[in-house]
């Protein structure tokens, strides 16, 4: 299931923009911050 923090980071980054969003996820996987679903 995904959470809603997902979705709103998700949204708000393809709003920036994904070359950005490229940058601001990989950062986030290291801190795990804007990480809150559980896929696999």
Same mark, same amino acid.
Do not use: P, Q, Y
């Given at each position: %299931?995904?959470?809603s923090c997902m979705? *709103? !980071?998700t949204? %708000?980054?393809i709003?920036?923009?994904i *070359? !950005?969003?490229?940058?601001m996820?990989?950062?986030a996987e290291?801190?795990?911050?804007?990480?809150c679903?559980?896929?696999e």
């Amino acid at each position: %299931m995904v959470n809603s923090c997902m979705a *709103e !980071r998700t949204e %708000m980054k393809i709003e920036e923009g994904i *070359e !950005r969003s490229n940058d601001m996820w990989r950062g986030a996987e290291h801190l795990g911050k804007f990480i809150c679903w559980d896929l696999e």
